[in-house]
């Protein structure tokens, strides 16, 4: 079993900062891309950024140039630095994870439970 275990999110001013985390854990298992999906109240959830296992990345246009997203290979984590906060970026933000689990042939995706993000006016 492989579980994702978010943590950073709060409640934040506009124009603040601040960092997610999600760490992978269980054993025996490989990931491929990791991401950071966000969902507000009445949309449906929607890509924030994404990192493949080369380093390679990709950003909503929403976000790009104030959110950074990064891993860490050898912790099995991924981090989201947020900066220059707005309200709209509120939401429930999830991490994902490709992961296949050592001995089968298949990728499946993983999420975590979400962590709140608030941004105040």
């Known amino acids: 079993q492989v579980q994702l275990v978010e943590s950073g999110g709060g409640l934040v001013q506009a124009g603040g900062s601040l960092r997610l985390s999600c760490a992978a854990s269980g054993s025996s298992f490989s990931i491929n891309t990791m991401g950071w999906y966000r969902q507000a109240p009445g949309k449906q959830r929607g890509l924030v950024a994404l990192v493949t296992s080369g380093g390679s990345t990709n950003y909503a246009d929403s976000v790009k140039g104030r959110f950074t997203i990064s891993r860490d290979n050898a912790k099995n984590t991924v981090y989201l630095q947020m900066n220059s906060l707005k309200p709209e970026d509120t939401a429930v933000y999830y991490c994902?994870?490709?992961?296949?689990?050592?001995?089968?042939?298949?990728?499946?995706?993983?999420w975590g439970q979400g962590t709140q993000v608030t941004v105040s006016s």
């Open positions: 994902n994870a490709d992961v296949r689990i050592w001995g089968t042939r298949n990728w499946y995706d993983y």
